[in-house]
Nanobody, 122 residues
Framework: DVQLVESGGGSVQAGGSLRLSCAASGYTYNSYCMGWFRQAPGKEREGVARIYRLGGVTLYADSVKGRFTISQDNAKNTVYLQMNSLKPEDTAMYYC????????????????WGQGTQVTVS
């Protein structure tokens, strides 16, 4: 089974930066897609960024393009989300997720989830 543990959330002023980390264990399949999703109070969970474990191709939501960067260190089984130029509307619980296969933007397609880390931008 796959276990995901996020860290790095916190409170920051608008325009600031945070880096989230997602440590993965329990699998070594190169066919996995790793994703970051977020959910604000009263809103549906939405895709933020995804990365193919094999090859490192990245995909982003339009709302974060140019500000967020997803990356990975396969040797450490860790995925990162560097968030720059943060805005109050980025405030949400951020979740790391994994699935085998195509990197879709749909939360329901992802089988494995971390517990989430809160990001608050004021």
């Amino acid at each position: 089974d796959v276990q995901l543990v996020e860290s790095g959330g916190g409170s920051v002023q608008a325009g600031g930066s945070l880096r989230l980390s997602c440590a993965a264990s329990g699998y070594t399949y190169n066919s996995y897609c790793m994703g970051w999703f977020r959910q604000a109070p009263g809103k549906e969970r939405e895709g933020v960024a995804r990365i193919y474990r094999l090859g490192g191709v990245t995909l982003y939501a339009d709302s974060v393009k140019g500000r967020f960067t997803i990356s990975q260190d396969n040797a450490k089984n860790t995925v990162y989300l560097q968030m720059n130029s943060l805005k109050p509307e980025d405030t949400a619980m951020y979740y790391c997720a994994a699935r085998r296969g195509v990197c879709t933007p749909y939360p329901d397609d992802f089988a494995y989830w971390g517990q989430g880390t809160q990001v608050t931008v004021s």
